[in-house]
């Protein structure tokens, strides 16, 4: 079974730092592109970042480019979501989430079959 598990998010003031991380397991990891999306209550979920695990190209949503790096690490099966220069406004539930190597570069979370559980974070002060 494909299992994504998300991890890493928590407080923190503005202008700070987190990283989360997306580990997966039950597929072929090089196989798939992996997205991260977040979602606020009542909005639709935003994708802002993905990369290609096959071939590492990567996209940005302009609300975090700048700001957020993904990179990812094959001989661990977990991607990475370095995110700097956090604003209010990136407070959210975030998740990760799995598709085949034909989706990278897509934001679309309809186009993604199999997401982990979210993890929140809070940016305020």
């Known amino acids: 079974d494909v299992q994504l598990q998300a991890s890493g998010g928590g407080l923190v003031r503005p202008g700070g730092s987190l990283t989360l991380s997306c580990t997966a397991s039950?597929?072929?990891?090089?196989?798939?592109?992996i997205g991260w999306f977040r979602q606020v209550p009542g909005q639709s979920r935003e994708g802002i970042s993905g990369?290609?695990?096959?071939?590492?190209?990567?996209y940005y949503s302009n609300s975090v480019k700048g700001r957020f790096t993904i990179s990812s690490d094959s001989a661990k099966n977990t991607v990475y979501l370095q995110m700097n220069n956090l604003e209010p406004e990136d407070t959210a539930i975030y998740y990760c989430a799995a598709a085949g190597a034909d989706k990278a570069g897509n934001s679309d979370y309809w186009e993604y079959p199999y997401w982990g559980r979210g993890t929140q974070v809070t940016v305020s002060s």
């Open positions: 990369i290609g695990l096959r071939d590492g190209d990567t």
């Open positions: 039950g597929f072929d990891f090089v196989d798939y592109a």
